[in-house]
C-alpha cells in the first residue's frame, strides 16, 4: 500500500520555483531550494534526495511554481522502494597486461575512471534538470551504462537534450 504524501502549504510571497521538504518527525515543511527558474530548483531537488539516499533516508519533497501568474503545486515522483543488496559482488575480470586498469599501467586507469566518473557526474546532472530527480537502482544502473559507453562530446549532447526537455513549461 502506497503512502499518501502529507499535504504542503503553499510557499510565502510570489510565485517562484520552490522545493519544500517535509520533516516527518515534526511534520512540517522547510523552504528547500528557490529560484526564479526551474532547473537550478531540481537540479538542488535531485543532490538532496541522492544525499539522503545514500544515507539510507527518505524524503517527500513538493515542488512548487509558478502558472499563469499563480503559485502552481507540480507533482513530483513518488519514491521508489529501496532494491535489495545483492548478496555478493560480481568479481570484474583481470584486464590484459598493457591496457587500461593493468597493474602496469596504472596512470591510464586512473584517468578512464576519472573520465566515466565526469560522464556520470554529467549525465546525472542533465537528468536533474529535466526533472528526473528520483531514480532507482535500475536508473543508475542505467546511466552507469551509458556513461562507460558513450564518449564525452556525446554525453554533452545528450545532457543538453536532457537540459532543454526540463527548461520547456509543463
Same mark, same amino acid.
Given at each position: 500500500?502506497?503512502?499518501?504524501?502529507?499535504?504542503?502549504?503553499?510557499?510565502?510571497?510570489?510565485?517562484? @520555483?520552490?522545493?519544500?521538504?517535509?520533516?516527518?518527525?515534526?511534520?512540517?515543511?522547510?523552504?528547500?531550494?528557490?529560484?526564479?527558474?526551474?532547473?537550478?530548483?531540481?537540479? #538542488?531537488?535531485?543532490?538532496?534526495?541522492?544525499?539522503?539516499?545514500?544515507?539510507?533516508?527518505?524524503?517527500?519533497? *513538493?515542488?512548487?511554481?509558478?502558472?499563469?501568474?499563480? @503559485?502552481?503545486?507540480?507533482?513530483?515522483?513518488? #519514491? +521508489? *522502494?529501496? *532494491?535489495?543488496?545483492?548478496?555478493? *559482488?560480481?568479481?570484474?575480470?583481470? +584486464?590484459?597486461?598493457?591496457?587500461?586498469?593493468?597493474?602496469?599501467?596504472?596512470?591510464?586507469?586512473? &584517468?578512464?575512471?576519472?573520465?566515466?566518473?565526469?560522464?556520470?557526474?554529467?549525465?546525472? #546532472?542533465?537528468?536533474?534538470?529535466?526533472?528526473?530527480?528520483? &531514480?532507482?537502482?535500475?536508473?543508475?544502473?542505467?546511466?552507469?551504462?551509458?556513461?562507460?559507453?558513450?564518449?564525452?562530446?556525446?554525453?554533452?549532447?545528450?545532457?543538453?537534450? &536532457?537540459?532543454?526537455?526540463?527548461?520547456?513549461?509543463?
Amino acid at each position: 500500500m502506497e503512502k499518501q504524501r502529507p499535504r504542503c502549504p503553499r510557499p510565502p510571497g510570489e510565485p517562484r @520555483w520552490v522545493a519544500m521538504f517535509h520533516d516527518p518527525a515534526r511534520d512540517t515543511w522547510t523552504v528547500g531550494a528557490e529560484s526564479p527558474h526551474p532547473g537550478p530548483v531540481r537540479y #538542488a531537488v535531485g543532490d538532496m534526495t541522492r544525499t539522503v539516499r545514500a544515507r539510507g533516508g527518505e524524503m517527500t519533497v *513538493a515542488l512548487w511554481g509558478p502558472e499563469n501568474g499563480a @503559485w502552481h503545486l507540480f507533482d513530483t515522483p513518488p #519514491a +521508489p *522502494a529501496p *532494491a535489495p543488496a545483492p548478496a555478493h *559482488a560480481p568479481v570484474p575480470e583481470s +584486464p590484459a597486461p598493457g591496457s587500461p586498469g593493468s597493474p602496469d599501467s596504472p596512470e591510464p586507469a586512473r &584517468l578512464a575512471e576519472r573520465m566515466t566518473d565526469r560522464r556520470h557526474q554529467v549525465l546525472m #546532472a542533465g537528468l536533474s534538470k529535466a526533472g528526473l530527480y528520483d &531514480l532507482g537502482p535500475e536508473d543508475g544502473e542505467a546511466v552507469r551504462v551509458l556513461a562507460d559507453r558513450l564518449d564525452e562530446p556525446t554525453v554533452r549532447r545528450v545532457t543538453h537534450w &536532457l537540459a532543454a526537455a526540463g527548461s520547456r513549461p509543463h
